[in-house]
């Protein structure tokens, strides 16, 4: 059963760098690393995806070591509004059947002024 | 963003009465699934398709049923609700899934209370 592990909970100062890493010790060779964002009463949005080491856009970077048995998510600067719960997902549906699909309780980040 | 549809946004029933959520999509997405999002829980994944009459079950599929007739429409339904039922629900979309490289987008949820 694919399962992905992440911190429960963050907090953070505007203007800080933010690091959230997510462990998942079983990943296949096939399966991507996808992260989404989620704020109150919306869906959760895709930020970032990547499979081994380095990935950045506008928003985030991802860092995936050689053993792509965890990954991490670097949010530069961040401000109040990316307070949000971030999940880590690995793989797909047909990656593996709806094991794939299992988000987790994602990382509550709090950024405080 | 992607063009997803839930309706309604906010239902109110009571237990025992049968219930339809209706997820309307306008990418032509092939991959459409139904999760619940309960505190403590995240999101689990009820049911997806892939394809037109292809569905499977999800994580927790148990007292509840889906139906694909079109591309672009997957309905929810519970049968008989109940109050364990009580959570709010999310449609999302993929492009394809046969890769795991493809996100999906979703809708913004509908906040359904069995009384």
């Known amino acids: 059963l694919a399962k992905t592990t992440q911190p429960i909970s963050m907090d953070s100062y505007e203007g800080q760098e933010v690091n959230i890493t997510c462990s998942h010790n079983n990943i296949a060779t096939n399966d991507y690393i996808t992260w989404y964002q989620q704020f109150p009463s919306q869906g959760p949005r895709f930020i970032i995806q990547g499979y081994k080491t380095k990935v950045t856009n506008e928003v985030a970077s991802l860092f995936i070591p050689a053993d792509r048995k965890s990954s991490t998510l670097s949010l530069p600067r961040v401000s109040l509004s990316d307070t949000a719960v971030y999940y880590c997902?690995?793989?797909?549906?047909?990656?593996?059947?709806?094991?794939?699909?299992?988000f987790g309780a994602g990382t509550r980040l709090a950024v405080h002024p | 963003d992607a063009g997803i549809t839930q309706s309604p946004r906010h239902k109110v029933t009571e237990t025992g009465t049968p219930v339809t959520l209706r997820c309307h999509q306008t990418?032509?997405?092939?991959?459409m699934y139904w999760y619940r999002q309960d505190p403590g829980h995240g999101l689990r994944l009820i049911h997806y398709s892939y394809g037109v009459k292809d569905t499977d079950k999800g994580e927790v599929s148990d007292g509840y049923s889906v139906s694909r007739s079109k591309t672009e429409d997957f309905l929810l339904t519970l049968e008989s609700a109940t109050s364990s039922q009580t959570s709010v629900y999310f449609c999302?979309?993929?492009?394809?899934?046969?890769?795991?490289?493809?996100?999906?987008?979703f809708g913004d949820g509908t906040r359904l209370s069995i009384l």
């Open positions: 999302a979309i993929s492009e394809s899934g046969e890769y795991s490289n493809q996100p999906q987008h």
């Open positions: 997902l690995v793989g797909g549906p047909f990656s593996g059947g709806y094991n794939k699909l299992i």
């Open positions: 990418e032509n997405h092939r991959y």
